[in-house]
DNA sequence: GCCGTTTTCGGCCCGACTGTTTTCAGTCG
């Protein structure tokens, strides 16, 4: 039983009881204890078992919800939630997918008519049956209509970042074509720079008139539907099935606005309650102390003005960072500018398409001073993956590389493949010659959890391997992450000093926000590696950084952001070993002669 | 249902758009 089945049964419980008319703070208190439980990275079921009391730490998990929690972990379901779902019919559930359709109108059209699913729902609006109900006329038919034909065609997921950046980019380059706009910002969770996003969400400032650039708005030729069309918002879906929400406000509020519509909703819902607190109110207008403005136009003095520092967007999620600005105490989050070299990537050797000096002039473009090289294993074939011999002629072509190029450091390293018992492709007498090699696997995805989670533990306990690279195998859309103990493998990591990865590439992101959250938080020394296979893939940093900053990372977590010759020291520390401790002994004289 | 250096009871963010209404409820951001 997992984290996010116990958060779909409080998410459902909450629509429930809201089509039921339940206090909404009631049914507001299901929705927070399900995104907690969903951002947790420690499994309930282990919680439960081991160490209960550590429930009552958890935040919007009281009393009734921690009973809820144990029940669920013991005895696999929730009676509460099974009598619940039973006395309401399924499809009223998918009713309140439908846009503008939401508890209340369900529960009238249940309640009069005994419509229970969207079917029967677009029959009674068609033949005329809706607007007999109160508050209902002839435009809310057509409205549901349409809105139900929506549903089912223009269900999709949630967009990747970096998709999303794209249809991004062309529609501001549209909207910048009008006069009278003072700012244009994307706000919203690709603001926050979250992994994927539902919508997108354009904040443009004006002194003059809303309306036309409103106008404009909506008429881009990309536009498939116009959801909303006001004076101050508009909403819109284009052709790609991704809905817009432009908000439009004058440039004396640009920074509340800002602030607003970057979000999350639970920050604002948290600051806004701070502000309140101090006799204040905050909107996207401003910040009001008794009806006089006080903060608006720049976000920082909004923050400031309440007694927060300025809180970056990565981390505006409600996970504590409000506190942390009220105390000055936001950790200092790693920039793109910081790195100081990519740890993994590939060349001609193995599946790259690019020559060492190649790779290593590209990395210098990017005011790099160190790469690692880190071709592939000979068990992947499909990748020409390298032999002991092979390894042994790249090795001498780096040395000549780093005689003929002493202002730039190339790490002699190996991207090698964990077999299916943990045990590693390349024996260590060859990986003894290298100094960043890296443990992946690219093979046997299906094994369960717990074996999954020893074979990786094994391939971090070998005393050359400094990192794991993409450590749950996940590719986005494509490749679920395989199953493996994440606290088990944080653990180990830790105690062997050795880094575990997020992969930048855009169709990875491994780890994720979470994992490296927690990874962190372990002290656990974090890789940001882009996977290069050619020069440009060196470009997909920032992805990663994305995903560092969402777990709060600074650059003494991000082993890449190190200077050469901290990263020097960090590899030559001595490391606990327990199942090759004896045989490292042996080697270590040789290592430190060889590492470098 | 959760939560507490002003509280263990009484609050719980604030505002825009739509369609219906004659002053506002519902939905959404
Ligand atoms: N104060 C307040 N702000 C909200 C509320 N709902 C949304 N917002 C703000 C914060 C959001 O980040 C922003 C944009 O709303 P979205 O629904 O697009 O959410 P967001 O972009 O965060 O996530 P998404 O990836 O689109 O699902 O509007 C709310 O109920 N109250
Ligand atoms: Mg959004
Ligand atoms: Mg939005
Ligand atoms: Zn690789």
Request: charged residues 30%; contains cysteine.
């Amino acid at each position: 039983m997992t984290n996010n089945e116990i958060a779909k049964i409080f998410n459902e419980t909450a629509d429930i009881l809201e089509i039921k008319g339940e206090n909404i703070f009631r049914v507001r208190a299901y929705r927070n204890a399900a995104r907690v439980i969903d951002n947790l990275i420690e499994k309930l079921s282990d919680i439960v078992a081991q160490n209960p009391d550590e429930l009552n730490s958890i935040k919007s998990i009281g009393k009734a919800l921690h009973d809820k929690i144990i029940e669920f972990c013991q005895t696999g379901k929730i009676k509460e939630f099974d009598n619940l779902k039973n006395s309401l019919p399924s499809g009223l559930l998918d009713m309140l997918k439908i846009q503008s359709f939401g508890p209340k109108r369900v529960r009238l059209v249940y309640e009069k008519l005994g419509i229970d699913n969207v079917d029967k729902l677009e029959k009674a609006a068609s033949e005329g049956k809706i607007r007999v109900l109160p508050g209902m006329g002839e435009k809310s038919e057509l409205k549901i209509l349409k809105s139900i034909r929506d549903f089912r065609t223009l269900q999709t997921d949630r967009k990747s970042w970096a998709e999303a950046e794209q249809i991004l980019n062309d529609y501001l380059n549209y909207l910048k074509k009008i006069d009278g706009i003072d700012k244009i910002q994307p706000a919203g969770s690709f603001r926050r720079c979250r992994e994927t996003v539902g919508d997108l969400d354009i904040l443009i400032t004006c002194s003059g008139d809303t309306e036309k650039i409103i106008s404009h708005f909506a008429e881009y030729p990309e536009v498939l539907e116009i959801l909303a069309q006001g004076e101050t918002k508009s909403s819109v879906v284009l052709k790609d099935k991704i809905q817009v929400d432009l908000r439009v406000v004058k440039p004396e509020s640009f920074g509340a606005a800002m602030q607003y519509f970057t979000g999350s909703k639970e920050h604002n819902v948290a600051l806004r309650s701070h502000a309140k607190e101090k006799n204040m109110k905050l909107s996207e207008y401003g910040v009001f102390q008794k009806d006089k403005s006080i903060a608006g136009e720049n976000e920082e003095n909004v923050y400031n003005s309440l007694g927060f520092d300025w809180i970056p967007p990565e981390i505006r999620e409600n996970r504590g960072e409000i506190a942390m600005a009220k105390n000055h105490s936001l950790p200092k989050l790693i920039t793109l500018e910081n790195i100081k070299g990519d740890l993994h990537c590939h060349s001609t050797h193995s599946d790259g398409s690019a020559t060492i000096p190649e790779m290593a002039a590209a990395a210098k473009r990017l005011g790099y001073e160190y790469l690692a090289i880190t071709d592939h294993s000979k068990s992947l074939t499909v990748a020409h993956g390298l032999d002991e011999r092979r390894l042994l002629e790249e090795i001498t072509e780096i040395d000549v590389f780093r005689e003929q190029n002493p202002d730039f450091f190339v790490f002699k390293g190996i991207e090698v493949d964990i077999l299916a018992d943990g045990s590693l492709d390349l024996d260590d007498e060859i990986l003894s010659k290298l100094n960043f090699p890296i443990a992946a696997i690219h093979s046997r995805f299906g094994m369960g959890s717990a074996e999954m989670t020893e074979r990786i533990v094994r391939a971090i306990k070998n005393p050359f391997i400094r990192c794991v690279a993409h450590p749950t195998g996940r590719l986005i859309g494509e490749r679920v992450p395989y199953e493996i103990d994440i606290a088990k493998i944080i653990a180990a990591a830790k105690e062997n000093n050795v880094a575990l990865e997020i992969n930048a590439s855009p169709h990875r992101l491994d780890m994720n926000e979470n994992f490296t959250f927690q990874a962190r938080e372990a002290g656990v020394p974090i890789c940001i590696n882009t996977d290069s296979h050619s020069p440009d893939g060196f470009l997909a940093m920032r992805y990663g950084i994305n995903v560092a900053r969402r777990a709060w990372c600074t650059t003494e977590n991000i082993v890449n952001a190190w200077s050469l010759e901290k990263l020097k020291s960090w590899l030559k520390l001595p490391r606990e070993k327990t199942e090759v401790k004896e045989k490292q002994e042996n080697m270590e004289e040789q290592i430190q002669e060889e590492l470098f």
